[in-house]
């Protein structure tokens, strides 16, 4: 089986010695101006723990550095290398497509919480035990509306200028009870330097949060859309 | 290139906790350290439940706001409601105390479908 | 001021957070039955063709599920 890390332009390039999963060696599989990265394994390589996922990611920005790159999800295997170009093949020109919206540019996320101090928390307590009969039903409501209106105003007040400098956002739901806001940023690279200021400035201006910013990561958030995997019938799988 | 993950913060808060509390169940799960013992198992259904009524509050709890913002409720039914909700969040917390659940744990992953809550 | 231990720890935990969300729902995705899911009480993938979400054991990377589970969770 093949395990495939990334799709890139530039076939022409040779690939970097650093090894893959397992320790094995990076190989390329070129089909119509792509070149998909890829190592080959006898047995599916290793455990899925965190520290396979952080080689997967190392090999992912090591073809970064030198080349755009859409990076593939976690655990992308296919059969063998006719299966990988007929998907090169397939998505010849949506790859490409992306190729160009990514190219020159890189990922950044960011994640705004509350702190858990009561003082600076909207969060609307609930009630402990049901004897607190003191709040009536339509103020318990009001509570969860004011609250909901100001996480959003202030997942806005973060957002906005961060958007700002971004080619692209993707923001997702809040997941965790204190959460703000999770987004990610698709900017390009030149980019970076300003919106890391931007980001430590609106902690500044806002102690009352918690913003926490990562990257630069290859531009997973960006690129899910992309392929159109073609139908075949599947052995099994009960519905 | 990073030769570790911590180099990939590029502005952080002096107190990481907040943002690093799914790690610990995350890594567990990937290296399928959650064993089998009964206790577990018990634990373990009760999340899966739990996550689901979780699940149907929070979408319950949503769809009565609209209808409040909306303004189209009349006074009783809105303290009805209210009254509900307060309830039916108050015995939520109650289950996850008992079952020593936390907020993160009802939170299932479900792949392209994205987390359940 | 150099970084304590548990710093760096609390350091790499944050970011391996954010990366794993990035590699389990971002990217481009090919094939199909490659998604994995966490969960405390089982490991369970969809399939990503429509007409067939199994949830079969995540043999690819070496891993099983409790075979009782092996249901779609819907």
């Given at each position: ?184 940023y698709l900017i390009d690279a030149v980019v970076l330097a300003r919106f890391r200021g931007t980001v430590e ?39 | ?117 | ?74």
């Amino acid at each position: 089986m093949i395990w495939v890390y990334g799709i890139c332009d530039r076939p022409d390039m040779p690939l970097p010695r650093r090894r893959g999963l397992a320790q094995a060696p990076l190989d390329g599989v070129r089909e119509g101006g792509l070149v998909a990265v890829i190592s080959r394994h006898v047995h599916p390589p290793g455990d899925p723990a965190l520290d396979t996922m952080w080689v997967h990611e190392r090999v992912v920005e090591r073809i970064m550095a030198d080349r755009t790159v859409l990076p593939m999800r976690f655990g992308s295997k296919l059969p063998d290398e006719g299966a990988l170009r007929d998907i090169l093949a397939a998505n010849r020109e949506a790859f490409l497509a992306a190729l160009d919206r990514v190219r020159g540019r890189l990922e950044v996320g960011v994640r705004a919480m509350q702190p858990l101090e009561a003082s600076t928390a909207v969060d609307v307590p609930p009630p402990m035990s049901g004897a607190d009969v003191a709040m009536s039903g339509r103020a318990y409501l009001e509570a969860k509306l004011q609250n909901g209106r100001r996480t959003d105003h202030a997942a806005g007040v973060l957002h906005e200028p961060l958007a700002k400098l971004a080619i692209d956002a993707r923001r997702q739901p809040p997941r965790a009870p204190l959460e703000i806001l999770r987004a990610s940023y698709l900017i390009d690279a030149v980019v970076l330097a300003r919106f890391r200021g931007t980001v430590e400035r609106l902690q500044r201006t806002h102690p009352g949060v918690a913003i926490l910013c990562t990257g630069p990561w290859p531009p997973y958030s960006f690129v899910t859309a992309v392929a159109s995997v073609p139908a075949e019938p599947t052995a099994g799988g009960a519905r | 290139m990073s030769d570790s993950p911590g180099e990939k913060l590029l502005a952080a808060p002096l107190d990481l906790d907040p943002f690093a509390r799914d790690l610990r169940r995350l890594d567990d799960a990937l290296s399928r350290r959650v064993d089998a013992d009964p206790e577990n198992v018990e634990r373990g259904l009760a999340q899966l439940v739990l996550t689901i009524v979780e699940l149907l509050r929070q979408l319950m709890e949503r769809q009565a706001l609209r209808r409040v913002e909306a303004g189209n409720l009349d006074e009783e039914t809105i303290e009805r409601l209210g009254r509900t909700l307060m309830s039916l969040e108050t015995r939520m917390n109650e289950l996850k105390e008992t079952f020593g659940l936390e907020d993160a744990d009802l939170n299932l992953d479900l792949g392209p479908l994205g987390r359940l809550l | 001021m150099t970084a304590t231990r548990d710093e760096i720890a609390r350091q790499r935990e944050v970011a391996l957070v954010d990366l794993v969300d990035r590699l389990l729902a971002g990217g481009v995705v090919i094939g199909g039955d490659i998604t994995l899911s966490i969960a405390d009480v089982d490991l369970v993938y969809f399939g990503l063709r429509p007409r067939t979400p199994s949830v079969a054991p995540a043999e690819g990377l070496g891993m099983s599920l409790p075979a009782a589970r092996g249901r779609p969770f819907t």
